[in-house]
């Protein structure tokens, strides 16, 4: 679905932070299995934040995508876990960091994080970008591939500009429907 704008995205990036722009929460489910058959393939990591209570739920979400969800848990390569919205930003990736230093002693390649959409939600977009941008500063040129997806399809056009350009600046790009694969990369830095 999206993995050849994601593998533009990953060349000649040891670490590329992406925003994927939804028009609608139905395409996040298989926006994330697209990126974690990637990262399988790439013998990564995988980290999924769920909204808090969302974790089991989100397991068959993606098992139902064609993901190996219950494989991938056994095996160490997948964890599902819910955010706390309550954790401060500059704590929030502690437990990465650490989870990250161990997936590679263990041999895989990287840490592939994505999480929940971020809906149009003035409030939940500004919270959730202080936790992205301690990400990028904790992250930025380490082996971690990150996927963070927006739902703009119900904003106004000036609206999704103005989120457009707050994410490309914190992101090394976006991806945004459209092309034959279904995303196109756009404001690549």
Known sequence: MLASALRLSLDGESCPHVA???RTEDELVPVLASFYALGVRRNGWLVHRSVAGEEDADRERLAAAGLDVRGLEAAGRLDIVGFD????????TER??????????RGLSALWYSRFAVGPDDAQYEHVLAYERQWEACFHGREVVTLCPYVVGELDAATTLERFGALASIHA?????????????????
């Open 96 to 105: 990465w960091e650490q989870g990250l230093e161990a997936a590679l002693g």
């Open 20 to 22: 994927v722009l939804l």
């Open 173 to 189: 790009g976006v991806l945004v429907p459209g092309g034959d694969d279904g995303y196109l990369l756009v404001g690549r830095t």
């Open 85 to 92: 919205p309550q954790e401060p930003p500059e704590r929030s």
